[in-house]
């Protein structure tokens, strides 16, 4: 069974600070991709990483799969309260492209 | 345009009953899944569908679970003889083709009591 860990599961941070968090399996992806998710909504797709090593930028938001593509981050740079929300990593296994496997995601909170 | 929209928006049961999720995927989006979000926890996915057709049916928890989309178009999962564990969000999301690039709906808050 492929299973997405992500760290931390709660982070508070104040206006301006950086964040890094985790997203890790012992299982190979084919590819992994970024959600935030806000109460009461339906995830929103924020990035989609395939090739191992992959960096990606999104504005502040910095998205990396690691070489072996097990594992990702995302860093996100002078954070604003408009970045609050539930992050959560998503990977599509090697064998069943089309069955999405979700961690159990990070809530952030931004603090003015 | 239009994203994907979930009716109801809520919905309270009583235990045993049976109840009936409805998605409006976008329009001439193929691909169609089906997931579960309990409080706390990332959507856990229940089915997809590829048309009309359930390509992958492997979530679903138990016989008690279906989903069907008759056109191709909106899709209804359907519960019977709900039970309280079946509390949670109901996420539907669409897909243009198999690329997984997943739009989602907001979800319909089940409650079983």
């Known amino acids: 069974t492929q299973l997405l860990e992500q760290s931390p599961q709660f982070l508070s941070i104040q206006e301006g600070e950086n964040l890094t968090v985790y997203c890790n399996s012992s299982?190979?992806?084919?590819?992994l991709q970024w959600y935030r998710q806000e109460p009461g909504e339906g995830p929103v797709l924020l990035v989609t990483v395939v090739t191992g090593g992959e960096v990606k930028k999104l504005k502040r938001l910095t998205f990396q799969f690691g070489d072996a593509r097990k594992d990702s981050s995302l860093h996100i740079t002078a954070a604003q309260p408009g970045d609050t929300g539930l992050y959560l990593c998503a990977g599509a296994s090697e064998t069943s492209y089309d069955k999405v496997i979700f961690g159990p995601g990070t809530s952030l909170s931004v603090i003015p | 345009g239009a994203g994907v929209s979930q009716t109801p928006s809520n919905k309270v049961t009583e235990k045993g009953k049976y109840v009936e999720l409805r998605c409006d995927p976008i329009?001439?989006?193929?691909?169609l899944y089906w997931y579960r979000q309990s409080l706390g926890q990332g959507p856990e996915f229940l089915i997809y569908f590829q048309g009309t057709g359930a390509a992958d049916d492997s979530g679903l928890p138990n016989d008690r679970f279906f989903a069907v989309r008759p056109e191709g178009s909106v899709s209804t999962l359907k519960i019977q003889r709900t039970e309280r564990g079946d509390s949670a969000v109901y996420l539907c999301?669409?897909?243009?083709?198999?690329?997984?690039?997943?739009?989602f709906g907001p979800g319909t808050r089940l409650t079983v009591t």
């Open positions: 999301a669409s897909s243009p083709d198999r690329n997984y690039e997943q739009y």
């Open positions: 299982s190979v992806f084919s590819s």
């Open positions: 329009s001439g989006h193929t691909a």
